[in-house]
Every structure is written in C-alpha cells, then in structure tokens.
C-alpha cells in the first residue's frame, strides 16, 4: 500500500521536491510558513495543512526541507510542531542542512515517541530538486533507510546510506567543503579568463570537458559570464553551511583553510546587503579586490 508523504518547508529546493512525491503517486499533505507558497502544490493535488503537526499526523513519512538549525527545531519540537502529532511508527526525513549534533538529539526525541528520523540533506541544486536527480546523503536506522526509500527515489537518482544518525549530514558538509571551494575556482578562473582577454564562453566550453570539469563550472559558469545572479542557492544559506563546516572543523581539529578564505569573501558581500544573490556571486568579491569585472558576453 502507498505510504501518505508529508512535506514541510516549500522553498526553492521543496517545491520542486514535493511536486515529485505528488508526481511519483504519493498522496501528498503539505505545510509552508507563508502560505501562498502552498497554493501551486494544491493545485497539483496537496492537501494544505495548518500546521507541521497536521502534516506529520496525516503522513506516515513526512519530509521536511527548511532552511538552518533552529527552523528544524521549530518545526519539529515547537508549538504544533511534528512531535506533537506524529503517529507511533512514522518516518521524518530531515532533507535541510543542518548541524549533525543537533540532528543526533532530534533522532533521540523523536525516537522517545516512537517515531524514526533519517536525516538526509541533498545536493544538486535547485535544477536537481526540480528534476528529482539530487544526491540524497542519509544518515539513520538500515530498516528505516530501506522503508523510506521510494520516497527519496522520488526526489533523487543518488540516494546512499552513509551512516547512523547525524552522518548524512557530516557528508554533507563534506560535499560543501567540495562546492564552496570549487565556487572559489571558477570565479578565480573566470575573471583570469577575463583579465587574458579570452572569449569568456570557448573558455568555459573548452575547459568544461576536461580534468576541470565540474557540476558548479557547467551549472554557474554560464550564469557567472551573463552576470545573473539569480540564486539556485542563496549566499546566506551558502555562508550557514559554510559556518557549519567551521564549527565542525573546529571540533574535529580538521584544517580548512580554503572553506575558511571562502568564509570571509561570503562575509564581504552579505555585509554589501547580497545575501539573497546565488552563491555563484562569490566572484564579485574577488572582482572587488581586481579592480575589474566579468564584460556580460555580447547579445546576451
Ligand atoms: P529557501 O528557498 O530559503 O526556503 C526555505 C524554506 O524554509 C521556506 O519554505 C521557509 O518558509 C522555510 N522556513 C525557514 N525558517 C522556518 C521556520 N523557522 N519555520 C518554518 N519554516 C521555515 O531555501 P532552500 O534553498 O529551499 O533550502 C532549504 C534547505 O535545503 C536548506 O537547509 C539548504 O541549505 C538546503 N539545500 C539547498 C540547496 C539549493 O541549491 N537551494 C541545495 C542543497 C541543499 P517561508 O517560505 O515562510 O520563508
């Protein structure tokens, strides 16, 4: 029998995702803070709820995908929060990137109630989440993993189980180490590009198919060159991952000095007020330092 799905927190990556789970014949009831977010998902087929509570009591697998830390919190253990109403024997699967500290103590609480939590953040942008390709890293219970597994393969096309609870999300931060860092080398590479006076698209086109290639060089670089700044991934959630691994590091006595240069770029242009832009504007703080910018490429 189909499992009733639940999602909670309908932002650019869980628009994309519940209308998957709406897609992939899962009977779907949704909650979103501001509400008009819900109005296309009813339309396709949702139930809107007035609560996360409402979500997790009608669902037996509820998904939430919201922004940092704290909202997690407030969504899982606040006033008609999941806790509250989800039944014995249901499934959250925490899909924001979140501290992984924190994510061992929700399994706990939830675990007191009966109710089991994967966490299992995703990478692959908001492009992945609208085409149900994301990586989905997960950490938790095998059983749980296995129960759970049509809902995350009606999201994404690479889900592994990387751990118990909490190691999805260190996995994840690891995959953040990777995109802030190579953020960094396509800006660095592209106002070089620039400053060589090469034709900034043969340059991308050239190099893309070789040992350099990359999802962030194929995905942000043409966004990079037409200077649109629309964000896949906004910089102050980039800057909340990015904070993540610091604390993290931290702790584990790990150097990253490369995240930590990233770190303080981020911190230039959120203080500029460009925290709303996509994280491929990293580039504009080097462009700060240069003194020059990346020329729109001509036409477009
Ligand atoms: P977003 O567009 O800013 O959406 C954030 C969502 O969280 C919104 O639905 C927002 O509700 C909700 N929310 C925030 N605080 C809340 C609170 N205290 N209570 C209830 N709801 C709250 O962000 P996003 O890009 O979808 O990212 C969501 C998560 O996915 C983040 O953890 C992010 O790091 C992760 N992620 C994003 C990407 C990406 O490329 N975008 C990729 C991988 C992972 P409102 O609509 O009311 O504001």
Same mark, same amino acid.
């Given at each position: /029998?189909?499992?009733?799905?639940?999602?909670?927190?309908?932002?650019?990556? =869980?628009?994309?995702?519940?209308?998957?789970?709406?897609?992939?014949?899962? $009977?779907?009831?949704?909650?979103?803070?501001?509400?008009?977010?819900?109005?296309?998902?009813?339309?396709?087929?949702?139930?809107?709820?007035? #609560?996360?509570?409402?979500?997790? &009591?009608? #669902?037996?697998? *509820?998904?939430?995908?919201?922004?940092? *830390? $704290?909202?997690? %919190? &407030?969504?899982?253990?606040?006033?008609?929060?999941?806790?509250?109403?989800?039944?014995?024997?249901?499934?959250?699967?925490?899909? #924001? *990137?979140?501290?992984?500290?924190? *994510?061992?103590?929700?399994?706990? !609480?939830?675990?007191?109630?009966?109710?089991?939590?994967?966490?299992?953040?995703?990478?692959?942008?908001?492009?992945?989440?609208?085409?149900? @390709? +994301?990586?989905? /890293?997960?950490? =938790?219970?095998?059983? @749980?993993?296995?129960?759970?597994?049509?809902?995350?393969?009606? /999201?994404?096309?690479?889900?592994?189980?990387?751990?118990?609870?909490?190691?999805?999300? @260190?996995?994840?931060?690891?995959?953040?180490?990777?995109?802030?860092?190579?953020?960094?080398?396509?800006?660095?590479?592209?106002?070089? &590009?620039?400053?060589?006076?090469?034709? +900034?698209?043969?340059?991308?086109?050239?190099?893309?198919?070789?040992?350099?290639?990359?999802?962030?060089?194929?995905?942000?670089?043409?966004?990079?060159?037409?200077?649109?700044?629309?964000?896949?991934?906004?910089?102050?959630?980039?800057?909340?991952?990015?904070? +993540?691994?610091?604390?993290? &590091?931290?702790?584990?006595?790990?150097?990253?000095?490369?995240?930590?240069?990233?770190?303080?770029?981020?911190?230039?242009?959120?203080?500029?007020?460009?925290?709303?832009?996509?994280?491929?504007?990293?580039? !504009?703080? +080097? %462009?700060?330092?240069?003194?020059? !910018?990346?020329?729109?490429?001509?036409?477009?």
């Amino acid at each position: /029998m189909t499992e009733k799905a639940g999602f909670v927190g309908l932002g650019i990556m =869980g628009q994309g995702m519940s209308r998957n789970l709406l897609k992939a014949g899962f $009977p779907l009831t949704v909650w979103n803070r501001t509400a008009s977010k819900m109005d296309a998902l009813v339309e396709a087929g949702a139930k809107a709820a007035a #609560s996360p509570g409402e979500v997790a &009591a009608n #669902s037996d697998i *509820t998904v939430i995908c919201v922004s940092d *830390t $704290p909202d997690v %919190e &407030a969504v899982i253990l606040g006033p008609d929060g999941i806790l509250s109403s989800a039944k014995p024997g249901s499934v959250v699967i925490d899909c #924001s *990137t979140i501290s992984p500290i924190v *994510t061992r103590q929700l399994h706990q !609480k939830l675990a007191e109630k009966g109710v089991a939590l994967l966490d299992a953040p995703v990478s692959g942008g908001s492009e992945g989440a609208a085409k149900g @390709t +994301l990586s989905i /890293m997960v950490g =938790g219970a095998a059983e @749980t993993f296995q129960r759970a597994l049509p809902v995350l393969q009606a /999201m994404g096309s690479k889900i592994t189980l990387v751990g118990e609870s909490g190691a999805g999300q @260190t996995v994840k931060l690891v995959n953040q180490i990777l995109v802030a860092n190579s953020m960094l080398a396509v800006g660095e590479a592209l106002l070089f &590009a620039q400053a060589g006076g090469v034709d +900034l698209e043969k340059a991308l086109e050239a190099v893309s198919a070789g040992a350099a290639g990359s999802w962030t060089l194929s995905n942000r670089g043409p966004q990079v060159i037409r200077r649109d700044w629309r964000p896949g991934f906004m910089i102050d959630l980039q800057q909340k991952d990015v904070r +993540l691994i610091l604390d993290a &590091a931290a702790k584990l006595g790990a150097p990253v000095p490369g995240t930590a240069l990233v770190h303080q770029l981020y911190n230039t242009l959120q203080k500029q007020g460009l925290g709303s832009e996509g994280n491929h504007a990293l580039v !504009k703080a +080097l %462009e700060n330092l240069a003194g020059f !910018k990346i020329e729109p490429v001509s036409g477009q």
